[in-house]
């Protein structure tokens, strides 16, 4: 599993793709907003376990 942040030279079967957009969508209005971003990286976490 990687992250689509930087393009992979060669797909392959092998390796799934996850997008990373929405998070750091979220997690710049958190910042512009003066919100917590750190809630977002613990709860992704949780969902790729």
């Known amino acids: 599993m990687v992250c689509d942040t930087i393009p992979l ?3 392959s079967s092998k390796v799934k ?4 957009a ?3 969508a979220v997690a ?4 512009y907003e003066n919100k ?9 976490q949780r969902r790729m376990a």
């Not at 917590?36 to 992704?44: A, G």
């Open 9 to 11: 030279r060669q797909e």
């Open 17 to 20: 793709v996850i997008s990373v």
């Open 22 to 24: 929405e998070l750091f």
């Open 28 to 31: 710049i209005r958190n910042m």
């Open 36 to 44: 917590s971003i750190t809630s977002l990286f613990v709860h992704s």
